[in-house]
């Protein structure tokens, strides 16, 4: 590789960075929808037309933040995690938990990207899906832990066999666990997810004040959800 490409290649990579930076900001003023390339552009004292070779339309730029996102709130969660007795399932599960909270608090907009209004028009490609499941990934792996180390209690209430079918394209996030269990998982990773939907989006203002001992109350209660010996 010559030097004259190497930095031709940190060049791009610099303004590709400011391109991402600029539209991050741009989700806090204007939301997902009014994301622009030409406002993108204009700040950066750009022509329109030479964004263009950086991301040919504001899809291509959606998906970079999507991605972006996604493999941001995965990392922490995975930093988070690991960092964890590989036996305190329990705590392994809090710990994840508390992790995707502190990312969606501190990137409200960049949440509500991921996690929020579908963009109207857009079609998230298969490129999101590696960076969109490593939180479940995590996830995943706690629950197939505890089961095949006996910590997970399985729920007297069996699902219907009519979801069979869905347990078994959702078992491949948390291989070996009955159809029980994987239930159980399921409602306790959406309600977490709800829960910071709640929160981001203003649904508490009003309500709870100490937002951070009442997650942490109700991400037990999931884990007792989940079937986990507290």
Known sequence: MTAS???????????????TDIARRQLATEGAGGLSLRA??????????AIYRYFPSRDDLLTTLI???????????ERAEAACPRDDFTGRWLTACHAVRDWAVAHPHE??????????GYHAPQDTIAARIRDVTVLGRIVSDAWNAGA??????????ELEAEAAGLREHMPGVPDVIVWQALTAWTSLYGWLSFEVFGQFNGTLEDRHTAFDHSMRLMAATMGLAQ
């Not at 949440?111 to 109207?120: D, E, F, Q, W």
């Not at 997970?152 to 066999?161: D, H, I, K, N, Q």
Request: hydrophobic share 45%.
């Open 152 to 161: 997970l209690r399985a729920s007297a209430v069996e699902p219907p066999a």
């Open 5 to 19: 490409r190497t930095a031709r290649e940190r060049v791009r990579a610099e303004l590709i960075r400011e391109i």
């Open 40 to 49: 993108v552009a204009r700040e950066m004292g750009m022509v329109s037309s």
């Open 111 to 120: 949440y509500a990207l991921l996690y929020g209004s579908p963009v109207p």
């Open 67 to 77: 991605i972006d996102g996604y493999n941001a709130v995965g990392e922490a969660v």
